[in-house]
Nanobody, 128 residues
Framework: QVQLVESGGGLVQAGGSLRLSCAAS????????MGWFRQAPGKEREFVAA????????YYADSVKGRFTISRDNAKNTVYLQMNSLKPEDTAVYYCAVDKDYCSGYGCSADRREYDYWGQGTQVTVSS
């Protein structure tokens, strides 16, 4: 099992920035990739960003490309999501997730069914 705890959410004005953190514990050697997803009220959970835990390719949803950056700190077993130029439409609960199996390419990385462990989520609210 892998346990995930997100933090860093909050209320920010449009154009502002936030950095989300996701700390992993437990059987972290089983982590192949980590991703961020978000879910707005009344909408399905959607992909935001993902990367392999060992490094390499990163993937972003078109809606956040150029504004959000996913990164990791292996020593701390933590993945981050730096969010800049925030918009009201970015308002959602943000979840981090771990995929413990091999997954290659955008299609796989963006599919929430690929992920095995999920955090509890952190609220991000962007005011206009």
């Amino acid at each position: 099992q892998v346990q995930l705890v997100e933090s860093g959410g909050g209320l920010v004005q449009a154009g502002g920035s936030l950095r989300l953190s996701c700390a992993a514990s437990g059987r972290t050697f089983r982590m192949y990739a980590m991703g961020w997803f978000r879910q707005a009220p009344g909408k399905e959970r959607e992909f935001v960003a993902a990367m392999r835990w060992s490094g390499g390719n990163t993937y972003y949803a078109d809606s956040v490309k150029g504004r959000f950056t996913i990164s990791r700190d292996n020593a701390k077993n933590t993945v981050y999501l730096q969010m800049n130029s925030l918009k009201p439409e970015d308002t959602a609960v943000y979840y981090c997730a771990v995929d413990k199996d091999y997954c290659s390419g955008y299609g796989c990385s963006a599919d929430r069914r690929e992920y095995d462990y999920w955090g509890q989520g952190t609220q991000v609210t962007v005011s206009s």
